[in-house]
């Protein structure tokens, strides 16, 4: 079993330890602006929760809410390495609901449900938004800069 494990898991260990090592030598600068906006990411997702929540009637503690943001995103990070880890997201947020935000397990299911439906409309927003940019971003002049390596190069 352990090498079944390991023949699943080790692409995308491979994989993920090879993107590390590619942004390894990115400016401070560069990484203070990707530690910002993902806190903003996670300011609005977080905000975008509270509002699936209350709009369904269901008002869980606060401390249940913040954890089921924080387990939410650590656990799909984590769906990626672990093999059949496609539930893990709800089973860290419905867990966290009904144990610190004090919901009963239907509820938890229902605010999960919600949470799910609130990121596809998100990723729906930014699929038309990409759709809107597409033009600029494979215009001829873009893909020059790209092989000359202006865009995307540190400054």
């Known amino acids: ?6 023949s699943r898991t080790g692409p995308n260990v ?4 090879e993107s590390l090592t590619r942004v390894w030598n990115v400016s401070f600068s560069r990484w203070t602006q990707v530690v910002i906006w993902s806190f903003v990411i996670q300011a609005v997702q977080f905000c975008a929760l509270v509002c699936a929540t209350y709009a369904i009637d269901i008002h869980p503690q606060w401390p249940g809410l913040l954890l089921s943001q924080g ?3 650590l656990t799909v990070l984590l769906a990626f390495v672990i093999p059949g880890g496609l539930g893990a997201y709800e089973l860290a947020v419905i867990s966290s609901l009904a144990g610190p935000g ?9 605010a ?6 609130v990121q596809l409309l ?3 927003c930014a699929g038309v938004c990409f759709l809107g ?19 995307g190069s540190d400054e």
């Open 112 to 117: 999960a449900l919600c949470f799910r439906v």
């Open 122 to 124: 998100g990723l729906a």
């Open 14 to 17: 491979r994989l993920f330890a």
């Open 1 to 6: 079993p352990l090498g079944w494990l390991f």
């Open 102 to 110: 004090g919901l009963i397990l239907v509820d938890a299911g229902m």
């Open 133 to 151: 940019l597409a033009k600029g971003f494979l215009s001829p002049e873009v893909a020059v800069s790209m092989r000359q390596g202006w865009i």
């Open 71 to 73: 387990m939410g995103s």
